[in-house]
C-alpha cells in the first residue's frame, strides 16, 4: 500500500502504480511531466517573451503550471492535483484562442478589448462546473477536446486565411496539427 491511497483521482493512468517509491503513484509519468511541461514553460518565461506582452507571460506560466500540477496528479492520483493539471490545461487552450483572436493587434491595442472579460468570466464558469463534475473524467476530456478543436479552426484562420507566417507558416501549422490532434491527442 501506497502513501497516497485510497486514490481520489477520477482516472488512473497506464504505469505500475508505485513501482519505484511508495511515495510516488507514477514514477516516470511525474518526473517526465516536470521535464517535459514545466521546464519549457520555465523556458519560455525566461527567454520566449521579446515582447513583454502578457498574454505570452501568462501562457508560459500557465504551462509551468500544467507540468507542476501534472507532476502532483501523477504523483498521487490525488483529485486536487488532478484539477491543478486539467483546468490549467483548458485555461492556456483558452488563452491560445485568444491570442489567435487578437493575433494581429498591435501591443496594448486589442481589437477585442472585453474579450479578456467575457473569457474569464467564461474560465470561473468552466471552473464550477469541472468542480461539479470532476467525478465524471469525460467532462473534462470533452471540455478541452472542444477548446482544442476551436483552437485548431483559429490557427487554421490565423495561418491560411490571413496567411500569417507565410510558407514556413504553414508548414509548422500543417506538422502541428498532425503532431497534436493525429498522434499526441489520440495517445493521450
Known sequence: MGYWEPHTSSVDFCERNYEHSEFVVEWHNSWSSFVGISVFGLIGLIWGNPTKEMRHTLGYLILTLIGLGSVGLHGSLHWIF????E???????????????EVDSKVGEPKYPQLPTFLNILMVINTFIYYTFQHIYAVFIATYAVSSILNTFLLVYVVHWKNTGGKTGK???????IGYLIIAFPIW
Request: hydrophobic share 45%.
Open 82 to 85: 488532478q484539477s491543478s493539471d
Open 87 to 101: 483546468l490549467p490545461m483548458i485555461y492556456l487552450v483558452t488563452l491560445a484562442n485568444y491570442m489567435c483572436v
Open 171 to 177: 508548414k509548422i501549422f500543417k506538422g502541428t496539427v
